[in-house]
């Protein structure tokens, strides 16, 4: 069964960086998306990005609120896959998810069929 272990979390000023990555034990035969979601207490768990993982140069799709300042992409050959996030923001405080599902419409209906445990980011202003 695939298990999903995300790293790189943790604390940092407006305006600096971080990694995350996200490892999986093994890949599904059916799994074609992987990507990355997020969660305050306030606010339901919203996607953030995703990538697809079929082969190809892999098609990609962010949500508004991080275009320009997120990237996502994958090494299959290590089973993981990262989110590069620069120019952060208070807002982006929240703990990150990684996931993967069968397809990327799946997932950007939120259905999904792995997810990591969460890896909290908090930015300071």
């Given at each position: 069964?695939?298990?999903?272990?995300?790293?790189?979390?943790?604390?940092?000023q407006?305006?600096?960086?971080?990694?995350?990555?996200?490892?999986?034990?093994?890949?599904?035969?059916?799994?074609?998306?992987l990507?990355?979601?997020?969660?305050?207490?306030?606010?339901?768990?919203?996607?953030?990005?995703?990538?697809?993982?079929?082969?190809?140069?892999?098609?990609?799709?962010?949500?508004?609120?991080?275009?320009?300042?997120?990237?996502?992409?994958?090494?299959?050959?290590?089973?993981?896959?990262?989110?590069?996030?620069?120019?952060?923001?208070?807002?982006?405080t929240?703990?990150?998810?990684?996931?993967?599902?069968?397809?990327?419409?799946?997932?950007?209906?939120?259905?999904?069929?792995?997810?990591?445990?969460?890896?909290?980011?908090?930015?300071?202003?």
């Amino acid at each position: 069964q695939e298990r999903l272990v995300e790293s790189g979390g943790g604390s940092v000023q407006a305006g600096g960086s971080l990694r995350l990555s996200c490892v999986a034990s093994a890949y599904s035969t059916s799994t074609r998306c992987l990507g990355w979601f997020r969660q305050n207490p306030r606010k339901e768990r919203e996607g953030v990005a995703l990538i697809y993982n079929g082969g190809g140069t892999g098609t990609t799709y962010y949500a508004d609120a991080v275009k320009g300042r997120f990237t996502i992409s994958q090494d299959s050959a290590k089973r993981t896959h990262y989110l590069q996030m620069s120019s952060l923001r208070p807002e982006d405080t929240a703990t990150y998810y990684c996931a993967a599902a069968r397809v990327c419409t799946d997932m950007l209906r939120k259905k999904v069929d792995y997810w990591g445990q969460g890896t909290q980011v908090t930015v300071s202003s």
